[in-house]
């Protein structure tokens, strides 16, 4: 799926974790600038790989959802779906 920066696939958890180390690091002060624009460059990648992660696991729990002969509903499978008002 989504790759670091070395070219190697990262998980959502592996992502996650690392993107959590990053905030910690960057809250805690004491890197030099150089550091924190590094540190920082890093969270926004983690951030996109996590946010592909995510989109991609609800794109798959709305294809769950929907089930096979929904994909065409039309007349007469009116409340096949809860209302999303």
């Known amino acids: 799926m989504a ?3 070395d070219g190697t696939a990262l998980g959502y ?3 996650r974790d690392e993107l959590i180390e990053v905030v910690r690091r960057l809250e805690a ?4 600038l150089e550091e924190s ?6 969270g926004e990648e983690l951030a996109g ?7 991609g696991a609800r794109a798959r729990l709305d294809a769950a959802l ?8 039309g007349p ?7 209302d999303k008002d």
Do not use: I, K, M, N
Not at 29 to 32: E, F, H, K, V
Not at 76 to 82: H, K, L, S
């Open 3 to 5: 790759a670091d920066t």
């Open 13 to 15: 958890e592996q992502a």
């Open 29 to 32: 002060g004491g890197t030099t």
């Open 37 to 42: 624009l590094a540190l920082w460059e890093r």
């Open 49 to 55: 790989v996590c946010r592909h992660w995510l989109e």
């Open 66 to 73: 929907a089930g096979p002969g929904t994909a065409g509903a």
């Open 76 to 82: 007469g499978t009116a409340g096949a779906e809860p």
